[in-house]
């Protein structure tokens, strides 16, 4: 009989196929758009949903490790603990990626690839509708694979550490993250500039500091995190939120 962390590691590589055929749907959606325009404009959605997928195979795999080591080693902590640490550093340094795709839309607000009609049968007003669309799924699949992987980091550290101190450092995890993507959105500055340009990082966020609108946009962005992120946490502990299906009473 397979063991129940097993079965999990393996409904969590099924898990990541179908989050896969999402990402695939979307890149769809952005191929009929070229077809159609016959641009290559919004070709940084795909880019962006590339890298919010990096914060989900980051938990998912510490997840995978984690319980490999419990069944090779049980009971032993500090292997556990040697890997999450900086499993949830990385995480957290890619997971801002997820959410700061709702901050393309500032594209579609402001027309920027809507000057000129593709063709007599797609006229503008048809064109921004399909924009809207397009970005919306680009938006919340991103967001929902980032809101899957902050669910699956906080029930590896409750393992750990408890579910208080989880919560606490999700929490935590959710501020930062309102603050990296303003660093991201107005000072351009990317996941990988933390390690590349650690310095010019530094720079960039006692600047952003400076700016009043930083602490209003990072604390509603948040705030937006949060209300999602307990919105899936309520919908795990409903009866049917664990995928198993209810048997009818006689």
């Known amino acids: 009989m397979r063991s129940p962390r097993r079965v999990l590691d393996n409904k969590l590589v099924a898990f990541s196929a179908l989050l896969g055929l999402s990402v695939l749907g979307c890149a769809s959606l952005y191929g009929l758009r070229v077809l159609i325009s016959g641009r290559i404009y919004y070709l940084y959605l795909l880019q962006n949903l590339l890298l919010a997928f990096v914060p989900y195979l980051v938990a998912a795999a510490t997840a995978i490790l984690v319980g490999w080591i419990e069944r090779r080693h049980p009971g032993e902590r500090r292997p556990k603990v040697l890997l999450v640490i900086p499993a949830v550093l990385l995480w957290l340094l890619f997971y801002p990626n ?11 607000i402001n027309k920027v690839y809507l000057r000129v009609a593709p063709s007599e049968w797609v006229g503008l ?7 809207i669309v397009m970005n919306a ?10 809101l899957v992987s902050m669910w699956i980091m906080e029930s590896t550290m409750a393992a750990l550490w408890g579910r208080s101190v989880s919560r606490l450092l999700i929490g935590l995890a959710m501020l930062l993250s309102g603050f990296g993507i303003y660093l991201g959105r107005f000072s351009r500055l990317n996941s990988w500039d933390a390690i590349i340009s650690p310095f010019r990082v530094a720079d960039e966020v006692i600047e952003a500091l400076r700016d009043p609108m930083t602490i209003f ?34």
């Open 217 to 250: 946009f990072s604390l509603a962005f948040a705030l937006f995190i949060f209300l999602s992120y307990g919105a899936l946490s309520a919908f795990k502990r409903m009866p049917f939120g664990d995928g198993e299906e209810r048997r009818p009473r006689d």
């Open 125 to 131: 007003n048809a064109l921004i509708w399909y924009d």
């Open 98 to 108: 997820a959410p700061y795709i709702f901050t393309d839309f500032i594209h579609v």
């Open 137 to 146: 799924a680009f938006a919340f699949i991103g967001h929902f694979i980032g």
